[in-house]
Structures are given as C-alpha cells and as structure tokens.
C-alpha cells in the first residue's frame, strides 16, 4: 500500500510510514522476521527495570547478557567473560549480576560446590520456541509456590518453637524434664573408654555390646528397638 503525499510504504499491522523501505514477508519458521539469532523480552518488566535501574554499569552488563543468551535462556557469558568483553572488573560485573537477580531479571538456575549459576528470568526474556517458553514458565511458577509454602511451613513451625519455649517459661513445672546420657544417644552410655548400648523392655535391662563409636552404640539400641516392636506386634 502507498500514500500519494510520502511516496512511502505503510506498515499494514501498524499503520506507520516507512519511507524508501521495501515491505518484505516474514518467511515461514521466522515469525519476527529476523535472519540471525534473537529472543524476546517482555515489555512491562523490562520498563519495570528501567525504573529502577541506578547505574549503567547494571544495564551495560544486562545489554552483554542479553546480546549472549543462549537457547533455554542459559547465559552465554560468565562474569568474567562479561568483564573482558566490557572492560569492567569482573567483581563489578558479579555485583551487577546481584542487582539483576534481586530485580527479577535474573534466576539461579543451580548451585554447585557454592557456585550459582544463573539463567534468565522467562518472565522477562526467553530465547527459545514458544512451547518450551510455556513449560519453562510452569516450572518456574511451580517452584515459586513450593518456595512459598515450604517458607510459609518454616515460619509456623519457627512460631511453636517461640510459643513452647514461652510456656516452658511460664509453666516449668508442668514439662518434665528430658534425660540426655552421657553420650548424647539414647541407649548409650560410656563404659570403660568405650560405648554400651542398653536397652529396657518390661523394667528388665538388657546389654547389647560395646562398640567404639557412640554411633555404632546407638544404631545397635535401634535395631534392637525395631525388633522388640515388630515381636511386641505380633504378640
């Protein structure tokens, strides 16, 4: 389609002038149109960043990443690659990573031996085909409210601890106290250098041995114990 007044070629989806532009068709397999390697980014998260990105070195290293992501939104570049490549130090560019994971920019894909490494957040940036976004994008929402819930779980069960330590501050007659041995193991006492595993069944004591290990002591009093439960069942 042309318009007389500027010569030019009007987009048919958008409707903008684009002048001494040929339009050209996107070729089956390229819905964007793009020849050379490209990924998406999600318009509302990305202006959400801009927002509140403070310092250029953090969008200079986003700009890097983005420039080298890999399919299933891996990044194609560690902090160190990114410094040499920008120029900046590599402890810069790690504190950027940081920031970038903090905003939602950023996800750590997995910890080894104490070392993260990170991915991109496909709610933010994806390169890939749509199905795998669709998957990638389940599991991350899944492990948000496993995450959640088992956060919610630990802070309920750190609210009974405060709460039974309350009430054992209040009423201390009303806990009997626990005898700990010794050893710090039920059924093992020290004996001689060495450690003795006993057990009690109807007010009668038995002795199991003594072993080197308080561990070993004590795997022996729970043997014991299972078998004196499974004969006490079937009794």
């Not at 990443?65 to 990114?82: F, T």
């Not at 957040?121 to 496993?146: M, Q, T, Y």
């Not at 039920?186 to 057990?199: L, T, Y």
Request: contains cysteine; proline residues 3%.
């Amino acid at each position: 389609m042309t318009d007389s007044m500027t010569d030019g070629v009007i987009g048919v989806g958008t409707g903008e002038v684009m002048a001494d532009q040929k339009a050209r068709k996107a070729k089956k397999g390229q819905p964007n149109g793009f020849v050379k390697a490209w990924a998406s980014v999600s318009c509302a998260p990305l202006f959400a960043f801009a927002v509140r990105v403070k310092s250029a070195t953090d969008l200079r290293v986003l700009l890097a990443l983005l420039g080298s992501v890999q399919y299933g939104n891996d990044l194609g570049m560690d902090a160190r690659g990114v410094g040499a490549a920008l120029g900046i130090h590599r402890a810069n560019v790690s504190k950027s990573i940081k920031r970038l994971t903090e905003c939602g920019v950023l996800d750590v894909r997995d910890v080894i031996s104490g070392i993260p490494f990170y991915c991109f957040n496909p709610d933010f940036s994806w390169r890939g085909s749509g199905r795998s976004h669709v998957i990638a994008s389940s599991a991350r929402e899944k492990a948000a409210k496993l995450a959640a819930k088992e956060a919610r779980e630990a802070d309920n069960l750190a609210r009974l601890r405060v709460a039974r330590m309350r009430f054992m501050q209040a009423h201390p007659s009303a806990v009997s106290p626990v005898k700990v041995s010794s050893s710090g193991y039920k059924g093992v006492s020290e004996f001689r250098g060495k450690f003795r595993a006993q057990i009690q069944r109807q007010c009668k004591r038995y002795t199991l041995g003594t072993y080197d290990t308080a561990i070993e002591a004590h795997n022996a009093y729970l043997a014991a114990a299972r078998e004196l439960s499974i004969h006490k069942a079937k009794d």
